[in-house]
């Protein structure tokens, strides 16, 4: 198996800017995170999926934030419109399982640029 | 509100010795506790799970103790590498148990 795949790997953009970040999960996984983490913060949870459902989106830091997960093997999130402060590396994770004991697997992130 | 401490200074050490990092967490008692690996440019790699009732668990070089009543998890690297350099995180699960909760993390630093 390929593993989380994510895209881009690096993304710059201006301020305003619309930014969309993909990942497809490991095939057969049927929970879906995605992650921010800075030096200041580390990881923090954004938003996670389980079968396709959105089921707690309150790590979104706001409605410039958005989501979604159309089928089992892919998902986007979206940052509209972008400012500095999003600048950091994000994550996505899927997992076999519903629930924290079990364990994660991290795609090599997106490290988002906003100047 | 749930809260994860780590280290954030980082642990330095010599080849060959044991490391040890903790991760102490407050205002709530999880049932089991995940810690992963991160190197530079990577996301996290999980190692190990441990559950309230085990109090230790061992893959290969690695150990993990579990202690309750001191809300705290310790995670050892025995006979230390350069290679084992790295961050080490901590995740024990939110307290609706649907996620995980990382800490930031404690980066290890192996000499030669």
């Known amino acids: 198996d390929a593993g989380v795949i994510q895209s881009p790997r690096h993304e710059v953009t201006e301020m305003g800017q619309e930014v969309t970040l993909r990942c497809k999960p490991i095939s057969g996984h049927n929970s879906l995170f995605w992650y921010r983490q800075t030096m200041m913060r580390g990881l923090e949870l954004l938003i996670y999926?389980?079968?396709?459902?959105?089921?707690?989106d309150s790590g979104m830091p706001e409605d410039r934030f958005s989501a979604k997960m159309p089928n089992a093997s892919f998902s986007t999130l979206k940052i509209q419109p972008s400012e500095p402060r999003d600048s950091a590396v994000y994550f996505c994770?899927?997992?076999f399982g519903n629930g924290g004991n079990y364990e994660q697997y991290f795609g090599p992130g997106t490290r988002l640029t906003v100047t | 509100s749930q809260k994860i401490e780590q280290n954030s200074e980082a642990l330095n050490i010599q080849e060959g010795k044991t490391a040890t990092l903790t991760c102490n967490y407050t205002n709530y008692s999880p049932a089991y506790l995940q810690w992963y690996r991160q190197d530079p440019g990577r996301g996290p790699v999980f190692l190990l799970l441990?559950?309230?009732?085990?109090k230790e668990k061992r893959k290969e070089r690695l150990k993990v103790t579990f202690d309750t009543t001191l809300k705290q998890s310790l995670f050892h690297i025995t006979a230390s590498q350069p290679a084992d350099s790295a961050t080490y995180l901590c995740a024990p699960p939110n307290s609706g148990y649907s996620t995980l909760t990382f800490g930031k993390g404690t980066m290890l630093l192996v000499s030669p």
């Open positions: 441990i559950r309230e009732n085990e």
């Open positions: 994770a899927s997992s």
């Open positions: 999926f389980n079968n396709n459902v959105p089921i707690d």
